[in-house]
């Protein structure tokens, strides 16, 4: 049902060294893509995020404005804040997936070698980089005179 509050609740993880606005940005990025949100949707209320997690209200907000000029929420006055952009490509992160299901065989066989999430967490992170290289940006060096 598009507008209606999506079932959506944010996990803070106060040791992970994370800020926590940019764990909510990071959240709602991957619902978007997995497609657990999509355009139309509304995130909760800054209100009821600071209910359930006890962070400051300007954190959630900070959060919010950050998706926001991200082009991916917009925020109504007095109704809320919307979807309204998307990531991901959809084939990729529907549940029915071959990758995903690929994924999750290779995660299930992990687990019965007995890694712990963050280990296959990081092994994941480890071929992910090696698969995607992420280009550095150039550094320029002052000249020495």
Do not use: W
């Not at 949707?41 to 600071?50: C, G, K, M, N």
């Not at 299930?108 to 071929?127: C, H, I, N, P, Y």
């Amino acid at each position: 049902m598009k507008g209606a509050a999506v079932v959506f609740a944010f996990r803070i993880d106060r040791r992970s060294g994370i800020a926590s606005y940019l764990q909510i940005v990071q959240q709602v990025q991957q619902a978007l893509r997995l497609g657990l949100l999509a355009p139309g949707d509304r995130l909760p209320t800054a209100q009821a995020v600071v209910e359930a997690t006890a962070l400051n209200p300007n954190t959630v907000l900070k959060a919010y404005r950050e998706l926001e000029s991200q082009g991916l929420v917009e925020t109504r006055r007095r109704h809320g804040t919307f979807v309204t952009g998307t990531l991901g490509a959809p084939s990729a992160s529907a549940a029915d997936s071959p990758v995903r299901g690929e994924l999750a065989e290779a995660v299930a066989r992990a687990r019965a070698a007995g890694l712990e999430r963050d280990d296959v967490a990081a092994l994941f992170t480890a071929v992910l980089d090696d698969l995607y290289p992420r280009k550095e940006p150039d550094v320029v060096l002052p000249e020495q005179h």
